[in-house]
């Protein structure tokens, strides 16, 4: 199988932030706080562009929360390319980055309605730890789905 590569956006750079805000508010269009682009330049989220057979297929990233555990954000497989199991690699690739890392715990909240990310995560070994009921804003459910990295 062809490897999903991850490769770091410049978040310093104006231009990659901005990038990451289009893409965030194209593909979070129900998010009621979507990252502005101060937010994203001021750091404490690594992205990553996701390339796969030579383009880009996506994004990803995480932000460490404690030496230990690191939650993994803002997983995106463009439209052109959805429903052929990227999203199910790249959840995988941005899981064994943290793992590199060093991080023992990866954790992702999951709105309610987005089935797809909440099979993909169970599939791959995630436990639902937690239902936080109107957690970003009222009627935006989410799901806390963690796993142990052994
Ligand atoms: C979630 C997302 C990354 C999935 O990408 P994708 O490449 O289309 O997903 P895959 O092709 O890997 O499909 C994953 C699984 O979901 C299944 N699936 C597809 N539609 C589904 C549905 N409506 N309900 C449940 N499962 C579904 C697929 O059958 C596949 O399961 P399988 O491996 O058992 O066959 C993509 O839809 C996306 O970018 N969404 C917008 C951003 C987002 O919400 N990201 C998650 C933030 S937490």
Not at 8 to 15: G, K, P, R, T
Not at 56 to 75: D, F, H, M, R, W
Not at 118 to 146: C, M, N, R, W
Request: some cysteine; aromatic content about 12%.
């Amino acid at each position: 199988m062809d490897k999903m590569e991850l490769r770091l956006y410049d978040i310093q750079a104006e231009s990659e932030a901005k990038e990451l805000v289009d893409i965030f508010l194209e593909y979070y269009p129900r998010s009621p706080w979507p990252p502005t682009k101060e937010k994203i330049m001021k750091g404490g989220v690594v992205y990553f562009r996701a390339f796969y057979q030579g383009q880009q297929i996506g994004v990803t990233g995480y932000s460490v929360k404690t030496p230990n555990l690191a939650e993994t954000v803002k997983t995106t497989i463009f439209h052109a390319f959805r429903g052929k199991g990227l999203g199910a690699i790249l959840s995988q690739a941005i899981e064994d980055e943290c793992k590199r890392i060093g991080i023992k715990k990866v954790l992702s909240t999951v709105y309610y309605f987005n089935h797809v990310m909440v099979q993909i995560k169970l599939k791959q070994g995630y436990t639902i730890e937690g239902y936080h009921p109107d957690h970003e804003a009222p009627g935006f459910h989410e799901y806390s789905l963690g796993k142990i990295l052994k």
